[in-house]
């Protein structure tokens, strides 16, 4: 099997799965006991805790622990906003995460940015729509079905020189670890594990220091009162490990080229962003008969978004790009881990190249 679905979850790391069984065996104290166990569990989470603030240029004390991506948009999104004494407008993007988009119409009043063919932002449009009355911005680094990068550090500079108190949140599942986060470009940010070989059911919202947050969760306090309940010790364990694993970008970048130059017959719906991600798509093959047609040769693709993909519909993310129906009802999505070869790729480059004209063969004597 040649797995490229690693946009929806990544496999887990060797080391990973090692430190996650020896806490479970060992270490399955409540950190919040004052006895032996509970002190050895305490210190697993702290040293936890300062390897997933490393990437983000950021503290420990201002990392958060939670049930992952999903969780961190919301608690980033309705806890700053809620905390707020004056509520204004909410400024997010079109091709947002579902996560975002279903939160902040649940919040107040929101106004949607658009992207252009290529899904990239109009910082102009941007700068024109901050005023005085902005109180959120939410932005993804990475969009997660097409790679597109948004320019953090310069929508960061025109949100504060808009606005200064204006907050702004980065959803940045799809690129922590994998590519450079700017350091204090954002208020809030929000990270996965399971996106980074670490595992499923563990994530981490970056708090700038000084921002209030109010909990989506009540209880004991854990997490300075943040999110409440006991902390899942061995994920958090893993989620540290899999954020000091060491992410090639340079192999990522040399698959993706390879990909590119291989691949016949499709038309490339990502631009020059994030390398990890991939979007192609086949006019005259739907993305459901495509994915199952490479699955049963071993190529494991996604048909867009995991988190959203058995939801009925067009991909929401290239239908804002303005795409032609017939490529975004044909769409699928590539994405690549550390994990992947250049031997995989073009064995899994032949076989997309092999599939394509017989399907199309195929649904033409229908």
Known sequence: MIYLDNGATTKQHPAVISEMLEVIEHNYGNPSSL???????????????????????????????????????????????????????????????????????????????????????????????????????????????????APIEQISDIIKRKNAKCLFHVDAVQSYCKLDFPKNSADLVSVSGHKIHGPKGIGALYVKTGIRLKPLI???????????????????AGLGVASALKFELEHIKSLNALLRNRLRGVIVNSVEGSPYILNISAPGIRSEILLHSLEQRGVIVSSGSACSSNRPGASHVLTAMGLQRDIIESSIRISLSMLNTEKEIIEATDIINEVIPKLKQQLRKR
């Open 35 to 149: 006895h032996t166990l509970g002190v050895q569990a305490e210190r697993i989470v702290k040293k936890a805790r300062q390897s997933v603030a490393k990437p983000l240029k950021a503290t420990a004390a201002e990392v958060y622990f939670t049930s992952g991506g999903t969780e961190s948009n919301n608690l980033a999104l309705s806890g700053a906003y809620n905390a707020l004494r004056i509520k204004g407008d909410i400024i997010t993007v079109k091709t947002e995460h579902k996560s975002v988009l279903e939160t902040v119409k649940n919040l107040g009043n929101v106004i949607y940015l658009d992207v252009d063919k290529s899904g990239v932002i109009d910082t102009e449009a941007l700068q024109s729509l901050v005023t005085e009355n902005t109180s959120l911005v939410s932005i993804s680094h990475v969009n997660n079905e097409t790679g597109a990068i």
């Open 218 to 236: 009540y209880g004991g306090g854990q997490e300075k009162g943040i999110r409440s309940g006991t902390e899942n010790t061995a994920a958090i």
